[in-house]
């Protein structure tokens, strides 16, 4: 920089070798738990590389999940850390920094994307990234990297399955295949010595096991306590051996339908036979008499002793599917819970049935985007005490999309359905959701 040999920030880098990582990688991805210095560490790495910046009107951000989010992490630090540099100019109400060098850094939040869009950048921080939209990242940050060649640092602790583990799991991938672009880095509590060995000892105690294998140690598979169906759980069903005919013979094919909402959505049809449940068929951009008709095929085809369709959106699909001959049930998820003294609502109710059909040893695709979908939602309970089920458009809100294979899933437990053979005089006779005889 013109006039000036020599600038030190107040900054002594915990980490030295971190630093020397993001140096030489376009796409680093740092795990780390919580109380790790994540932030000041981000702050000073975006402060150094535009102060540093060999272009012209070099453009850097820091990205928070909310724009007041960022700033009460990380504008503060921004500036106590830029003071140092003479020149620098300071907008409180744009949460920027401008550098004498023509060099700029802002403060973002992902919940505000707009205020991103039409922008260039030579450096991003994505702070906390499992709480953002996979838009934020794929359509805008993305781009504006694109022409200049910027980097891109992703940092967080784990929070399931969704954008930062999937980055993670890419970065470590491209790292083991060679790629020099992409870094993972992964810090454990028990690894860094950031805490007093005792309080890490007393938050070890305290903690419940799932908070302390996600929040200290770091553990993409540890679920919150509020989950409704922990990864665990997810990736075991994923990775069980395929059943075999003889293995599911006697259970009821049964197929549940989620018929999309919104344009972006895909209209879901999947199949489950007993403890198996097949790829799933998503049909996306297809209006409802070309999602009734592929039905009508799946019905012709499979023989479901049941199919249950969500009648939210649904109802165009019910129609031309008995329009041309097939006996379809309509399930509203809203609608009463069959026992509704412990669920709050019919959806809740096959959620939870989808979580005990796992338990049970349920076979799933091995789907990355199913995976997620079942291991988001969170669960409550309503004044009444009864178990309540995240709402859709929340889910949505976190996860960048609808669960709609998941809520396809879930919908083959809507009600029992008999097994192959059954007769109608045996009425009386039981069945559980997943095709056993129960009495």
């Avoid at 993305?142 to 940092?155: K, N, S, V």
């Avoid at 008995?322 to 379809?328: S, T």
Wanted: hydrophobic share 40%; proline share 6%.
């Amino acid at each position: 920089m013109a006039g000036v040999s020599r600038i030190v920030i107040p900054y002594t880098p915990r980490y030295p070798a971190v630093h020397a990582t993001l140096e030489t990688h376009r796409f680093c991805v740092l795990v780390a738990h919580r109380r790790f210095g994540k932030t000041v560490l981000a702050v000073n790495h975006l402060l150094k590389r535009a102060l540093c910046c060999p272009l012209a009107r070099g453009s850097y951000a820091y990205v928070a999940p909310f724009r007041n989010q960022a700033k009460a992490v990380a504008w503060d630090y921004l500036k106590h850390y830029s003071a140092p540099v003479p020149g620098r100019a300071v907008n409180e109400s744009e949460l920027s920094v401008s550098l004498p060098n023509g060099a700029g850094i802002r403060i973002f939040g992902a919940d505000n994307p707009d205020a991103l869009r039409g922008l260039y950048f030579d450096g991003v921080v994505l702070d906390e990234v499992a709480q953002m939209k996979p838009q934020v990242w794929e359509e805008i940050i993305q781009p504006a990297l694109a022409d200049r060649r910027g980097w891109t640092l992703f940092i967080g602790t784990p929070k399931g399955v969704n954008l930062f583990s999937e980055l993670y799991g890419r970065a470590r991938r491209e790292e083991a295949a060679g790629n020099p672009d992409w870094a993972a880095l992964c810090f454990r509590v028990d690894e860094t010595g950031a805490l007093p060995a005792d309080e890490v000892e007393r938050l070890r105690r305290e903690l419940s096991d799932n908070a302390w294998r996600q929040e200290m140690l770091c553990d993409f598979t540890a679920a919150g306590d509020d989950v409704l169906i922990p990864i665990d759980l997810v990736s075991e069903a994923a990775g069980r051996q395929s059943y075999t005919e003889a293995d599911i013979r006697h259970a009821p094919v049964v197929l549940g339908v989620d018929v999309a909402r919104f344009g972006s959505d895909a209209t879901v049809i999947f199949r489950r036979q007993g403890l198996a449940a097949f790829p799933p068929l998503a049909l996306r951009g297809a209006d409802n008499m070309t999602a009734a008709d592929r039905l009508a095929q799946e019905i012709v085809t499979h023989k479901p002793a049941g199919v249950f369709i969500d009648a939210g959106q649904g109802q165009g699909v019910i129609d031309r599917v008995r329009q041309l001959g097939h006996a379809v049930s309509e399930v509203h998820f809203g609608g009463r819970a069959l026992r509704h003294d412990i669920h709050a609502n019919r959806r809740m109710e096959m959620w939870a049935g989808l979580r005990d059909w796992l338990r049970a040893g349920g076979s799933i695709p091995d789907d990355p985007a199913l995976k997620s979908d079942l291991s988001t939602p969170v669960y409550g309970f309503d004044a009444a005490g009864r178990m309540l089920l995240e709402s859709k458009d929340k889910i949505r809100e976190r996860l960048g999309r609808s669960p709609d294979l998941a809520d396809a899933l879930a919908l083959t437990f809507a009600a029992p359905v008999a097994p192959p053979g059954h007769v109608r005089r045996k009425a009386r006779t039981e069945y559980d959701l997943f095709g056993e005889r129960l009495s």
